[in-house]
């Protein structure tokens, strides 16, 4: 039961275009959500989120949208570069403020930005 | 400020043994995760220590189990290995236990054979 799901397990962009990483999620309490970028042999590394409260967040160059109604997020990347290439995972997470956060998160998603 | 440190890197046991990983928490940080992370998969809730107690556990069996320490850094064990061990072990730690944001260490790949 994948309560985050990341259909795409790969995407290959040219540099300096748009990289847009697709991510759905099942389970209504979810109430806040994360992107993490995974480079080989290092741990996930947080990148942006959005609180449901919210459709948009931008940070430089990623912005992450999120559509309640249709439980999706996505994540923009703009424009790609090369050191953009990573495994990237979305999360999800209950309301903050719980005494014991955890995160649920999908398979990933392998971006490549080519030269 | 030092981030997530974990150790060893890699580790290869046999089926039936123990297993013990460690984590120092990042500076400031009182709270710390573990995921296991499986081939092909995203990481997946173990469980959450704050205050040298299990505070929150995930779809694991009891042969998963864990401690904090008063510096807060951690550890992870494994009884009984079974071959479906074998994955990749991530800590996280956070500033508070209702903290969103985690900070991840490098991880420990555990190979069983």
């Known amino acids: 039961d994948q309560q985050v799901k990341q259909n795409s397990p790969s995407l290959s962009v040219q540099e300096g275009r748009i990289s847009i990483l697709n991510c759905d999620y099942t389970?209504?309490?979810?109430?806040?959500f994360l992107w993490y970028k995974k480079y080989p042999a290092e741990g996930p590394t947080f990148l942006i989120s959005?609180?449901?409260?919210?459709d948009k967040n931008e940070d430089g160059r990623f912005t992450v949208f999120l559509n309640k109604s249709a439980k999706h997020l996505s994540l923009h990347i703009v424009p790609s570069q090369p050191g953009d290439s990573a495994v990237y995972f979305c999360a999800a997470g209950p309301n903050s403020g719980g005494s014991n956060y955890k995160l649920t998160f999908g398979k990933g998603t392998l971006l490549t930005v080519n030269p | 400020e030092t981030g997530v440190t974990q150790s060893p890197t890699h580790l290869i046991k046999t089926r039936g043994q123990q297993v013990t990983l460690r984590c120092s928490s990042q500076s400031g940080h009182n709270t710390v995760s573990w995921y296991q992370q499986a081939l092909g998969q995203g990481p997946q809730f173990i469980f959450q220590?704050?205050?040298?107690?299990?505070?929150g556990r995930g779809n694991f069996p009891p042969r998963f189990s864990g401690l904090q320490f008063p510096n807060y850094s951690s550890e992870l064990n494994v009884n009984a290995l079974e071959l479906d061990d074998s994955a990749l072990y991530l800590c996280?730690?956070?500033?508070?236990?209702?903290?969103?944001?985690?900070?991840f260490g490098s991880g420990t790949q555990l190979s069983v054979l």
């Open positions: 389970n209504s309490m979810f109430d806040y």
């Open positions: 220590y704050y205050r040298e107690e299990e505070n």
């Open positions: 996280a730690s956070s500033l508070d236990p209702g903290a969103e944001k985690l900070f």
């Open positions: 959005i609180s449901s409260i919210k």
